[in-house]
């Protein structure tokens, strides 16, 4: 089935607000895996404001006992202060994405010429030797697949928010087509598709339908969002029943 990864940002951003270490990233965390969940996500900024570098070690000795099944999935721009920061918990997934530092969120995949897909080899070719599976993060654009496989990455998160936006206005066709062609043509160059950004429960099921087998959806704001009326548990419950129900619908191999 699709896993589902659950972003902690949010929670990160909201212990922020406060010196009071409430409310525990941890025991957020450790919630999310009784859940039932796959994993969790976050994406460390150069700002630290939300996911903090300390962070990182204390989420990895959290979850060590339940890896590598319940995946640590790390998202980021791969500085060198990125890298060295990966490094010390070799997670089972990292996902590039090309973020200046100052961005509110990610907003956009990468623009990968030739010259650009050859800088990320490098990346690749490290983050590989720490057994580390590695995504990047695309726009829902069937031509970026080509340049996106030839860095040797394992596969690609496609950017929703878009699709995301389209909905709220009533007009998701389009880019529903464009993230579902994408992931198509993605599947032909043996690249995994995982998905991202936006993603609620009134848009994610329409656009499971629509599109071959996802690998994870990668699922943070709006899954806080709902956790203010549903519960977190449920919430995530809810999440995950709807990847489970779209795998089952999915044609066997």
């Not at 973020?99 to 983050?127: I, N």
């Not at 496989?149 to 529903?176: F, K, M, S, V």
């Not at 996802?214 to 449920?234: F, N, P, Q, R, Y």
Request: charged letters at 20%; a negative charge; one cysteine or more.
């Amino acid at each position: 089935m699709s896993r589902l990864s659950v972003n902690l940002n949010k929670i990160a951003l909201l212990r922020n607000a406060r010196r009071t270490g409430v409310p525990d990233l941890l025991h957020f965390a450790r919630l999310v895996h009784d859940a039932g969940a796959h994993g969790i996500t976050v994406h460390p900024r150069p700002d630290e404001r939300h996911i903090r570098r300390t962070d990182i070690p204390a989420l990895a000795a959290l979850i060590q006992p339940w890896r590598p099944q319940f995946e640590f999935n790390i998202e980021g721009y791969p500085d060198p202060a990125f890298l060295d920061l990966v490094a010390t918990v070799a997670p089972e997934q990292v996902t590039l994405v090309p973020d200046a530092p100052g961005v509110l969120t990610s907003e956009e995949g990468w623009r990968l010429d030739t010259s650009g897909a050859a800088c990320l080899q490098d990346v690749v070719e490290r983050l590989h030797g720490l057994r580390s599976r590695v995504i990047l993060f695309v726009d829902p654009d069937p031509a970026a697949i080509a340049a996106a496989a030839a860095t040797g990455a394992d596969g690609i998160e496609i950017y929703t928010g878009g699709y995301a936006a389209a909905w709220r206005a009533g007009d998701p066709a389009g880019l529903r087509a464009a993230c579902a062609e994408t992931a198509a043509v993605a599947a032909r160059h043996g690249l995994l598709v995982n998905i991202g950004h936006d993603l609620n429960l009134q848009n994610l099921p329409p656009l499971l339908a629509a599109m071959p087998p996802v690998a994870e959806a990668s699922i943070g704001h709006e899954l806080t969002a709902d956790a203010l009326l549903m519960g977190w548990h449920a919430a995530i419950v809810a999440y995950r029943d709807i990847l489970a129900a779209q795998a089952a619908l999915q044609p066997p191999a």
